[in-house]
């Protein structure tokens, strides 16, 4: 749980650098094409047993991760795909499973509200100083 709070912290630092949001993603960029960020998810992906964290039942901290990653993805990591691709998929192909199961695990019946509040989401306009 502890790579999972620090992959959200190192998104979110690079993406509000001295605490404020920036005009560019130039730190986010250096951020997920650098060694850093691939160093925890592939952390991430080698601390699942698999199917879920710790094998075939999902336990606190699948739904934990997931809860993460709604954050991450909905803030920084799906506006940026497009320019950085899937990076869950590529270096942490074990969590994008997890993700993914418990995505489908009936929570539709919950009432539907944005994974992140829409002034949190990376604009289009600073995605593409992603250069």
Not at 68 to 95: N, Q, R
């Amino acid at each position: 749980m502890e790579d999972l709070n620090d992959l959200h912290t190192e998104l979110n630092r690079a993406a509000n650098p001295s605490g404020s949001a920036a005009d560019d993603v130039a730190e986010l960029k250096e951020l997920i094409t650098g060694g850093r960020y691939l160093k925890i998810l592939c952390a991430i992906n080698r601390s699942i047993k698999g199917p879920y964290y710790f094998g075939a039942e999902p336990t606190y901290v699948d739904f934990y991760a997931c809860g993460v990653f709604e954050m991450c993805e909905g803030k920084w990591l799906t506006p940026l795909t497009p320019y950085s691709g899937d990076t869950i998929a590529e270096h942490a192909p074990k969590l994008k499973v997890v993700l993914s199961s418990i995505r489908q695990l009936g929570l539709e019946k919950l009432p539907k509200v944005p994974q992140v509040p829409p002034a949190f989401v990376l604009s289009a306009e600073r995605c593409a100083t992603w250069g």
